[in-house]
Structure formats: C-alpha cells, structure tokens
C-alpha cells in the first residue's frame, strides 16, 4: 500500500514537473509558468485573431483575409480603410473587449463564490445593469450615451447591493450565489414592469437593447471600455495569487498573511466594473461569463481561477459568436446575445448531465 502511495506522489510529482517551468531573471526574480496553460493562451489569441480578421472581411462589401491585413497595415485603398478602419474595426474591437471582460469577471466571481454557477449572469448583475439602461430608456428617453452610463450604475448599484446584503462576518461563497439569485429575481422583476410602462418606440429599442448586439458599434464605446480594461486587469492580475490562496479557506489564506476580505472586495469591484461595462457597450450577452472560466479551465487542466486563459476564452466566444452570426443564417443577420444564448445553454445542459452521469449531482 505504501508502495502504491509512493509510486502515485511521484507520478503526479512528474507531472508536475513536466508541465511547471521556472524562469529566472538576472536580477534574482523567478516565476513559475504552466506550460499547457501559455500554449492554450496562444491558441486563444491566435484563433482571435483570425476570427476579427474574417469577421472584419464580413458583410454586404466582403474583403479578402489578404486585403484586410493589407488595410490595416495601412496599406488598402481608400475605399477599403474607410469600411475596415471605421465601420467594422470597432464593432470587433469591442466584441474582444467585452468577451474579455465577461470572460475574467465571470471567473473572478465563480473562485470568489467557489461556485461554477457565480457568475453574473446568475448573480444578477447583468440584470442589474439593464435595469439602469430601461430607467434611463423608458422614463428618461435617454440617448445612447446616457444609456451606456445608466447601464455602469445599475450594475455597481446592484453589485453594492448583492455584497451588502451576503456580509456577515465576511462574504462566503454560497450565501453570495443565493443572495445573487434573489436579487436577479427581483431586478428581472422591475424589467418586466418597466417595459410594460414603456410605449411602443421606446420599447423596441429597450428589447433590441436587451438582446445583446454589437450592430452600430463605433470608437465611441471602444475607448471607454479599453481604458478600463487597462486599469483593471493589471490590478486583478496583481492580486492573482491572493486570490487563488482564498479557494484554500479563509483560515489557510488568513495564516499565510494574505488580507482575504481587502482581497475579495477589491476583485469583487474590479469583476462588477468589468461586468457593468460590457453590459453597458454591448448588452446583456449571456453565458460567455459563465462558460468561457469553465472551458479554459478544462482546456488548461490547471487549478486556480484561470484568470488569463478566461479572458482569452471569454473574446474568441464571442468574435466567433458574432462571425457565427453574421455567416450561419445568410441574410437573417442575429444578435450575437441570441448565439451566445443558444450555445451556452446546450453547454449548461450538457455540463449538467455529464456530472450527473458522474455521480457529483
């Protein structure tokens, strides 16, 4: 027995050491690196990559892949940068942007709760972010960029609210999921109502809205979202390893000196900001939070939040939703909200009965 314990410790130590790298520095500094999961980080991007250069090629005036990486290069014709620089550039810039940010706040919130479901859409924040956009829609009658504002602060309201009301003693994983739940439950509510105190007009644009689209998008909801992003994931990046000590226990996390209630609320602000804005820039995509840190984490094989993988994860869904959309159904052109939809519910569905053929439900 004891042989069979030795010999599985220096198995899993082997494959430890065949996927684990240390890199040091000349000045001292070491940092260990999984290799599956960079080469998974490379895959993502590429593929990214390759997804907006042929969605950018995508539409009534088609452009060869060639021609679009000649354009923006800066070397196309005339005709050519207007269409690829200032009409489909920015609708793909922002499909990565708000992918990304979906993608890390979805995983932020599942290791904070230390729940595959906590994610935002779950917990209400999505919600929470539409409901700012219908008050300011139906009863403002607001313009598009008083829209995007009243989005951010309907989602931190309901963010605020969500923590406020699961603090005791701390933030604790289930009593946050099932306050989450609650509040969704409540602010779907308020939607419902306000909708169906909007007239006809305003209430169309409140449910195109609602859908999740990336049609119209410029440089204006572009530079917003990036900025953002360039602020928050250095700092959720730099709280990476906090993070992954609080999924050991509050008790483990607090006697290896790590701060695990400044840690938590720090991230939790960082993923309602990072949630809240690409609601506002986008709509209320659904399931790319929830599925993008779970398929990166089966991708990666690698405990831990997966902060990286998931936001790579988290802009090639959505990119290859959008281009999913525009090719798939010919002229009947979809809200990239509805594919996201579809695609992560037979993935819910089928995570669902995988664990229950496995016994874990």
């Given at each position: 027995?004891?042989?069979?314990?030795?010999?599985?410790?220096?198995?899993?130590?082997?494959?430890?050491?065949?996927?684990?790298?240390?890199?040091?520095?000349?000045?001292?500094?070491?940092?260990?690196?999984?290799?599956?999961?960079?080469?998974?980080?490379g895959a993502l991007l590429l593929a990214a990559c390759a997804a907006s250069v042929v969605l950018i090629g995508t539409g009534d005036f088609p452009i060869s892949f060639g021609d679009v990486l000649r354009t923006l290069a800066g070397n196309g014709t005339a005709g050519q940068d207007f269409i690829v620089n200032e009409l489909r550039l920015p609708r793909v810039l922002v499909?990565?942007?708000?992918?990304?940010?979906?993608?890390?706040?979805?995983?932020?919130?599942?290791?904070?709760?230390?729940?595959?479901?906590?994610?935002?859409?779950?917990?209400?924040?999505?919600?929470?972010a539409t409901s700012g956009a219908l008050v300011v829609i139906v009863l403002l009658s607001g313009t598009a960029?008083?829209?995007?504002?009243?989005?951010?602060?309907?989602?931190l309201v309901t963010g605020?609210?969500?923590?406020?009301?699961?603090?005791?003693?701390?933030?604790?994983?289930?009593?946050?999921?099932?306050?989450?739940?609650?509040?969704?439950?409540?602010?779907?509510?308020?939607?419902?109502?306000?909708?169906?105190k909007a007239d006809l007009v305003d209430a169309t644009r409140a449910v195109v809205w609602m859908t999740?689209?990336?049609?119209?998008?410029?440089?204006?909801?572009?530079?917003?979202?990036?900025?953002?992003?360039?602020?928050?994931?250095?700092?959720?990046?730099?709280?990476?390893?906090?993070?992954?000590?609080?999924?050991?226990?509050?008790?483990?996390?607090?006697a290896l000196g790590v701060r695990v209630e400044r840690v938590r609320m720090l991230l939790m602000v960082a993923a309602v900001l990072l949630t809240a804005a690409a609601t506002a820039a986008a709509g209320p995509v659904s399931f790319v939070a929830l599925t993008a840190p779970q398929l990166a984490r089966r991708l990666t094989r690698s405990p831990g939040p997966n902060l990286v993988p998931s936001l790579c994860m988290g802009a090639t869904l959505l990119v290859t939703a959008d281009l999913a959309?525009?090719?798939?159904?010919?002229?009947?052109?979809?809200?990239?909200?509805v594919v996201t939809g579809v695609l992560g519910g037979v993935y819910l569905l089928w995570l669902l009965v995988t664990e229950r053929r496995a016994g874990r439900i």
């Open positions: 027995m004891r042989t069979a314990t030795k010999t599985a410790k220096t198995t899993r130590t082997t494959r430890i050491t065949r996927t684990t790298r240390t890199l040091r520095t000349p000045g001292g500094l070491s940092l260990r690196t999984d290799v599956r999961a960079l080469v998974v980080v499909g990565l942007l708000v992918g990304a940010s979906l993608g890390l706040g979805g995983a932020l919130f599942q290791s904070i709760s230390r729940n595959p479901l906590g994610s935002p859409d779950v917990l209400g924040l999505s919600q929470g960029a008083q829209v995007t504002v009243g989005a951010l602060l309907g989602g605020l609210a969500i923590y406020l009301l699961a603090w005791k003693q701390g933030v604790h994983g289930y009593r946050l999921v099932l306050v989450g739940i609650g509040v969704s439950a409540v602010v779907t509510a308020v939607n419902g109502y306000l909708l169906t999740g689209s990336l049609d119209g998008r410029d440089w204006s909801q572009v530079w917003p979202l990036l900025a953002l992003c360039a602020v928050l994931v250095p700092l959720v990046l730099a709280n990476a390893r906090g993070l992954r000590m609080t999924e050991m226990g509050d008790d483990v996390s607090n959309s525009q090719r798939a159904f010919g002229a009947d052109q979809l809200p990239v909200g």
